[in-house]
């Protein structure tokens, strides 16, 4: 056997989940220190993920400290604010730096600090508030609080709310203005702008606002109602307001353009997920490109003119959102920064040159490094061109290989160029010696408004043709074995890989997860009852349209594929329920099928042992059936 491939084979969920993930990068006004969030790949039975605080000199060591998140620096870099569950496991309060500030009842979501350093601006989730389904989908709880006994459901129980507190003092007192809820929030020491909707639901987001926010009056003037979705509100201390606007399936997500409350949109061919005022007529802004990221400043002169600081085949920031970290100056920027080929690190940028910063994944990259990448191209079914990421097992010889297709989530969501997609698993699939096709379907993020808004009302269309002809195309061209191919995917990768095998049997195998499966029952038990509507373009309560005919457990009874489903079971955004109709449906027609159930895991699972279970169960599957 070949070495490169015989190491390949080593790659076990273990190693993969010995990966860390920077994320949360801050700078110091005046560029000198650094602070940054880097979490672990998995959490311990029952506990959350474990996120610590780097913090030190950018030209000095970087050690790990406490655990915490949301790292942000006083104005004059000499105090650290950051969300910790310290003596509260599951609450987020705010820290800074030794010392727990405030009391604040719920958990924090968001620090900002006042210009002179004499107060903070905190936004925080009541207790019992929904998670979004980017952050698992489960809801807000404290570790050892009593529970419901019994439970009330009732609308707009639980908020997120401002709180003002004093730097000094920890003096705090809630700001929000009544019957408003915030969902996220900018400030430079005036009103604050804001994400606001009219009740708490995670439903309402899709019909947020942008609100102007007197702390003083706890008034809120709307100033503007976009047509989508919006995503990082700032303000200028001269009060301008921004805001990134844009279709999108899931908050946190999104991507769109960066527009100016009074001025309208600037710059519409950049597809932004982040900005920040860097001064009154220029704005940092970073976001997505085709399948990699960039960043780098907007002028707001009304040229619209783009200087970019990095972008190509990379991906910086957090997961879902590229985003910087920058000096007031501009002189030092830094951010989480990963590729095909380099693992997850800090890097900073000082007068346009890049430098890596940390070595956190030095040990353990050499040894998950059994992937050939390339970008694929095809056309689809009406000719529209496709891109998706191809990883073949490193040393794999040029033969017909058995195929994994993994549906990425959103479906306003994308595969970009990192170094672990989902967590490992293709890295796993290389191991067993599987090709893993990633597919930017029409619906992605990174190619425009007009892509991502391509599978409005036509979800399981248009969307799915775009998978049958990518995997046509790989046969034709002699890398895939046309009759050994299976699908997974998450989320919207759920549903595609349930709807897959309900309109073909071209897959050999199915293994969906996080599923929806009928979007009737879930229009009334998901937490997100909104996203059905806009995607389906649709009424629910139509017993003769697509609630119905593009639900997969409608069209069961045709279904012929091995399907193993996984589930977490208290996802609040894909209820379990979808997976136990889907799986009673396939066992009444006939179908070989399986429903593994994650206790304490939501819409996804973190737990060292269900990662490791589920991948020991996907890779019997696959070797059984393909």
Request: hydrophobic residues 40%; negative net charge.
């Amino acid at each position: 056997m070949d070495a490169t491939v015989a190491a390949a084979g080593k790659v076990t969920p273990e190693l993969v989940m010995e990966l860390l993930r920077p994320n949360e990068v801050a700078v110091s006004a005046d560029g000198s220190r650094i602070a940054f969030a880097v979490a672990a790949s998995f959490r311990e039975q029952g506990k959350p993920v474990e996120t610590r605080l780097w913090v030190g000199d950018v030209g000095g060591e970087l050690r790990p400290g406490e655990t915490g998140s949301l790292p942000r620096f006083s104005p004059d870099g000499s105090q650290l604010a950051f969300a910790s569950d310290r003596g509260h496991e599951g609450r987020l309060s705010l820290w800074v730096d030794d010392r727990e500030l405030g009391e604040i009842p719920g958990s924090v979501e968001a620090i900002h600090w006042s210009p002179d350093g004499s107060h903070l601006l905190v936004l925080a989730a009541d207790l019992g508030a929904d998670r979004a389904g980017a952050e698992s989908g489960t809801k807000i709880s404290e570790a050892g609080a009593d529970a419901q006994d019994p439970k009330v459901f009732r609308p707009a129980q639980f908020w997120r709310r401002l709180w003002l507190v004093d730097a000094s003092l920890g003096d705090t007192r809630d700001v929000t203005p009544d019957g408003v809820n915030v969902f996220e929030v900018g400030w430079a020491g005036g009103k604050a702008a804001a994400v606001c909707t009219d009740e708490p639901s995670e439903s309402a987001w899709y019909d947020a606002w942008v609100g102007l926010i007197d702390l003083d009056a706890r008034s809120v003037e709307r100033v503007h109602t976009p047509k989508w979705q919006l995503q990082a509100p700032r303000i200028s201390p001269g009060g301008q307001v921004a805001v990134v606007e844009g279709f999108s399936s899931d908050r946190g997500t999104l991507t769109g353009t960066v527009h100016v409350v009074g001025r309208g949109p600037i710059a519409p061919e950049l597809h932004a997920t982040w900005i920040e005022f860097a001064d009154e007529n220029t704005l940092w802004v970073a976001g997505w490109r085709g399948a990699g990221s960039f960043a780098g400043q907007l002028s707001l002169d009304g040229s619209g003119s783009y200087e970019e600081l990095a972008g190509g085949d990379l991906t910086l920031g957090p997961r879902y959102s590229p985003a910087l970290a920058v000096s007031a100056d501009g002189s030092r920027a830094a951010a989480a920064y990963e590729s095909a080929d380099e693992p997850p690190e800090v890097v900073l940028w000082e007068d346009g040159e890049r430098r890596t910063l940390t070595g956190l994944n030095a040990e353990v990259a050499p040894r998950l490094a059994n992937l050939d990448w390339r970008a694929y191209r095809w056309s689809s079914s009406d000719g529209l061109e496709i891109e998706g990421l191809l990883a073949l097992p490193r040393g794999a010889g040029n033969g017909p290989l058995p195929l994994v297709v993994f549906v990425h989530g959103g479906p306003t969501g994308c595969w970009p160029w990192t170094f672990a997609p989902g967590y490992g698993l293709v890295q796993l699939l290389a191991a067993a010696g599987y090709a893993t096709l990633l597919p930017n379907v029409r619906g992605s993020v990174g190619w425009g408004p007009d892509f991502a808004e391509a599978n409005l009302g036509d979800m399981g269309g248009g969307d799915f043709q775009d998978i049958l002809t990518g995997i046509d195309a790989l046969v034709r061209d002699g890398i895939v074995d046309d009759a050994r191919v299976a699908i997974t995917g998450g989320s919207y990768g759920g549903f595609m890989a349930c709807w897959a095998v309900t309109q073909t049997d071209r897959f050999a195998a199915s293994l969906p997860m996080a599923v929806v499966t009928d979007w009737v029952s879930f229009h009334s038990t998901t937490n997100i009852g909104q996203f059905d509507r806009l995607y389906l373009q649709a009424d629910p309560y139509d017993a003769q349209g697509d609630y119905t005919r593009r639900s997969p457990v409608y069209h069961a009874h045709k279904s012929k594929t091995p399907t193993l489903i996984f589930h977490g079971e208290d996802d609040l955004c894909t209820p379990l329920s979808q997976a136990v109709e889907f799986h009673n449906a396939l066992v009444a027609a006939g179908c070989e099928t399986e429903l593994v159930v994650y206790p304490r895991e939501g819409h996804g699972w973190t737990e060292r042992g269900h990662q490791i279970d589920s991948w020991n169960r996907m890779r019997d599957w696959l070797a059984r059936h393909v």
